[in-house]
């Protein structure tokens, strides 16, 4: 089992930057695929970045291609983070981390496709 936690969500202005974390307890990152998804307001959960549990294999929504950074703690294997930068009113919504994917593969675009989440942390830009 994996309990997951997000912090570091908040409101800003357009083009700002914020830094999510989701923390683990119980097995740790090292065990599992990563993912962070969000769900804006009437929306579906959307898979915005992943990253293998290695840290060698990411991926990222075109949505948020090169202003989303997706980077294992280099000093505690039970934290990743996810930077935003650049960030844009239409990023806000609440933020997801997620791990155990299923299918063998590093990530899946299907949310239903994950066994552990974190309870979300919110992100609002505004313009």
């Known amino acids: 089992q994996v309990q997951l936690v997000e912090s570091g969500g908040g409101l800003v202005q357009a083009g700002d930057s914020l830094r999510l974390s989701c923390a683990a307890s119980?097995?740790?990152?090292?065990?599992?695929?990563m993912a962070w998804f969000r769900q804006a307001p009437g929306k579906e959960r959307e898979l915005v970045a992943a990253i293998s549990r290695s840290g060698g294999r990411t991926y990222y929504a075109d949505s948020v291609k090169g202003r989303f950074t997706f980077t294992l703690s280099r000093d505690n294997e039970n934290v990743v983070y996810l930077q935003l930068n650049s960030l844009k009113p239409e990023d806000t919504a609440v933020y997801y981390c997620?791990?155990?994917?299923?299918?063998?593969?590093?990530?899946?675009?299907?949310?239903?496709?994950?066994?552990?989440w974190g309870q979300g942390t919110q992100v609002t830009v505004s313009s």
């Open positions: 997620a791990a155990g994917v299923k299918g063998g593969y590093y990530y899946s675009v299907g949310a239903t496709q994950y066994r552990y």
């Open positions: 119980g097995r740790t990152f090292g065990v599992y695929d």
